[in-house]
């Protein structure tokens, strides 16, 4: 988190310094060529800024750069006055002030991928952001050439035509829509899709809803994918060939709600959801993104969807035991099928001299309660596992990152296995390796045991029958497993290590608790046979589709 404003901060004051000091070198010194340079760094570093901050304008920045590059070309002519150069000078502050308007009026535009339809305007509307200082930098090129003003002129006469195009195409979209409807409403009123799936969420929080796709493919019935943040539309379009439709305000999510659907998906309790739970005709299903003993698995927001399908029973006990009440037939019991493909170990792991273990530290959540992370006792952990001769497959969470404190942390313990890899052939895993090369069912599967914090890879894991270790970062001590309830039926590792020793044995060597496990498998995960195991939650969602279903209690939602 600090070092994302530490990035911001730098390119804040990079963009302004620099675009400044550029106007201040060419309108008063003579160092033409110096000032240009500098123009064209301020660029860069407006570039730079607006992928680490995509809502920063720098309309006074982009203005005094363009300012200082007419001043040098002008000095560079020497000429007098230049009527093309004064044109020039008059569509470049016009189409400086029309980027910001538009890059906003075409990102309120719905977009969609996989369906025979072009919704290029709020494309391109958010590309001029990025074309302008290409624009810049070709008249600065042409000032220090000293090229004739009127190609400059010329460049930026076809810059505006192209930015009159999107201005028209946007404001008739926004003041004579079609009668019957956009694009996109047409095409998916062809498509006939029966179900939605609707996601909001954070960036880099796609892994959310690429695990269900499959699945929901697998239902056989015609649907469609609701984004409301674009960073996610080319990453989940990439990942399934339904329909994926950018709906960024509810005048578009109106559109994309046709008459022939009859349910929608959630895979989270984003707030946004409630812009689509207040669709009384749709029954609305809450399927989660994982299985796990964290607070927020028991969140009171999901009493206002009309089904909540659920891996096993232990999750109904979890919401009971948080004290949220749900009526009992709210729950469907599905399994998770994302394990379908997890190998299933049956008899006892033979103890190894070298073990393969899987640690997967979870990230630090958004509020203090939530902080589960045992990265900052994770270096203890693994130079243990690497005294035991194991091979470690490091798995962190894809929002590790977001701390400045867990990403150093994290880049200790690669340095680690980097070492101890050079040095004794063992084939550790980490970064891309271990979380885009494999999947986290592949990670399962090489692995004989599993170290993790509370998060849902161990719901996951526990269908492998495996034995694992889970990591108590928090104040519960002997209370760990009464609050986590799955930790009862693996190792627990207390917040200082100093048991570390004591669990690496049960886990990698004697694993008493072999029979609990087995126990606890069923309550999490169902009884379902493993032929076939993904379908209870396909049944499941089909009946949710059937041609007699019948129009749920109106929710109490604005």
């Known amino acids: 988190m600090r070092g994302d404003l530490a990035r911001k901060l730098l390119a804040r004051v990079l963009t302004t310094g620099l675009a400044v000091s550029a106007f201040l070198v060419v309108a008063l010194t003579g160092a ?18 607006r992928r680490v901050r995509p809502s920063a304008d720098g309309i006074a920045e982009t203005v005094l750069v363009a300012a200082g590059i007419l001043v040098g070309y002008a000095r560079r002519l020497d000429d007098g006055f230049d009527p093309a150069l004064a044109g020039t000078a008059l569509v470049l502050l016009a189409l400086v002030l029309l980027v910001g308007p538009l890059r906003q009026a075409g990102a309120l535009e719905i977009r969609a991928a996989n369906l025979p339809v072009r919704t290029w305007t709020p494309v391109v509307a958010g590309r001029l952001g ?61 498509h006939q899709p029966e ?20 699945y929901l493919e697998r239902i056989g019935r015609p649907f469609v994918v609701v984004l409301r943040e674009p960073e996610f539309l080319a990453a989940v379009a990439a990942a399934t060939r ?40 749709l029954t609305h299903v809450q399927l989660h993104h994982g299985d796990s003993d964290k607070a927020p698995s028991a969140n009171p927001v999901s009493a206002i969807f009309d089904k909540i399908f659920v891996a ?3 999750a ?40 393969t273990v899987l640690y997967t530290p979870t990230w ?24 035991r001769g194991a091979t470690v497959i490091l798995r962190a969470h894809p929002y590790t990152d977001k701390d400045p404190a867990s990403a150093r942390r994290l880049a200790r313990l690669t340095e680690l296995l980097a070492a101890d890899r050079a040095k004794s052939g063992r084939a550790h895993l980490w970064g891309a390796a271990a979380t885009r090369e494999l999947t986290l069912t592949e ?41 986590f309830p799955l930790a009862a039926s693996g190792y627990v590792l207390r917040r200082d290590m100093s048991n570390v020793d004591a669990v690496l044995a049960d886990l990698l060597d004697t694993d008493p608790k072999a029979a609990r496990r087995w126990a606890a498998r069923t309550r999490y995960l169902g009884d379902f046979p493993a032929d076939g195991y993904a379908e209870a939650f396909l049944a499941a969602a089909r009946r949710e589709l059937e041609p007699d279903w019948a129009v749920p209690t109106p929710h109490a939602v604005a």
């Not at 240009?36 to 570093?45: D, K, Q």
């Not at 000032?143 to 004739?148: C, N, S």
């Open 32 to 49: 033409t060529g110096w000032g240009l340079a500098l123009a064209l760094a301020a660029l860069a570093a407006g570039a730079w800024e």
């Open 130 to 190: 990025d074309a302008l200082p290409v624009l810049l930098a070709l008249v600065a090129g042409a000032a220090a050439l000293t090229l004739p003003a009127w190609l400059a002129f010329a460049a930026t006469l076809l810059a505006g035509a192209g930015w009159a195009a999107v201005a028209l195409d946007l404001a008739r979209h926004r003041f004579r829509p079609p009668a019957g409807g956009g694009p996109v409403g047409r095409a998916l009123r062809r």
């Open 195 to 214: 179900f939605l799936l609707h996601f909001s969420a954070p960036p880099g929080s796609e892994y959310q809803v690429t695990m269900w796709l499959p």
């Open 242 to 281: 339904a329909p994926v439709v950018l709906c960024p305000t509810l005048k578009a999510l109106d559109e994309v709600l046709v008459p022939s659907l009859r349910a929608a998906f959630y895979v989270n309790h984003g707030a946004k959801n409630s812009h689509c739970i207040r669709f009384h005709q």
């Open 312 to 314: 096993g029973q232990a």
């Open 316 to 355: 109904i006990d979890r919401y009971a035991r948080a004290g949220v009440e749900i009526p009992a037939e709210k729950f469907v019991v599905v399994g998770r099928p994302q394990v379908e493909a997890i190998e299933v170990r049956r008899e006892p792991v033979p103890a190894s001299a070298h073990p």
């Open 364 to 387: 630090t959540g958004h509020h203090a309660d939530a902080n589960y992370c045992s990265l900052p006792v994770a270096e203890t952990l693994v130079r243990r596992l690497l005294d």
């Open 443 to 483: 990670c399962v599967n090489r692995a004989d045991a599993l170290v993790s914090d509370v998060s849902g890879v161990i719901s996951d894991w526990l269908y492998s029958g495996k034995p694992y270790a889970v990591t108590d970062t928090g104040v519960d001590g002997e209370h760990f497993a009464e609050r």
